[in-house]
């Protein structure tokens, strides 16, 4: 026995979901000048990481920001972070270049996901790079957008 009814309501549903998907998940308008804004940060963090400043790379977090390193637990809060990156600092990792991928954008949340080739110089051996894979998530704080969560791992070797 068919249920009109209840096919009726299953086609209304489904043509409200797909409706409403390109609002819920479109990009918002302006996501080529938050990307443009998030890429300079990129360049500005880059320029304070070559500098050794860990502290101005900290700022580039929000202060309840959460990093991932690889293999090791989250790092929560600024000043942890600021600790984490001076620590890098110290394990000889003298720069790091970005390659943007992808940035999208809704409201005050971005995301960011890209590569990146670090340069390491450890004491007393050979200089040498990594490459590592990453995904941010952006919080605009006022007029700057500011890392809220990091994540990132090593690209396999190759």
């Known amino acids: 026995m068919r249920h009109p009814h209840r096919i009726r309501a299953i086609l209304l549903i489904g043509s409200l979901l797909t409706a409403a998907s390109p609002v819920c998940w479109s990009e918002e308008p302006g996501t080529s000048s ?25 700022a580039f977090y929000t202060e309840d920001a959460i990093a991932f390193p690889p293999g090791g637990d989250m790092v929560k809060g600024r000043q942890a972070i600021e600790q984490m990156w001076q620590s890098t600092m110290d394990s000889g990792v003298k720069s790091v270049s970005f390659n943007v991928v992808d940035v999208g954008a809704s409201g005050d949340l971005a995301h960011e996901t890209g590569t990146a080739v670090l ?40």
Do not use: C, M
């Not at 998030?38 to 502290?55: H, L, P, S, V």
């Not at 790079?129 to 500011?146: E, H, L, M, P």
């Open 119 to 158: 340069s390491i110089q450890e004491q007393g051996k050979e200089p040498t790079t990594a490459s590592i894979k990453y995904v941010v998530v952006w919080k605009r704080q006022g007029a700057d957008w500011k890392l809220h969560r990091d994540i990132w791992n090593d690209l396999p070797a190759k």
């Open 34 to 58: 938050v990307r443009a804004a998030i890429e300079q940060q990129g360049t500005r963090f880059t320029e304070a990481y070559a500098k050794g400043d860990a502290k101005a790379v900290a």
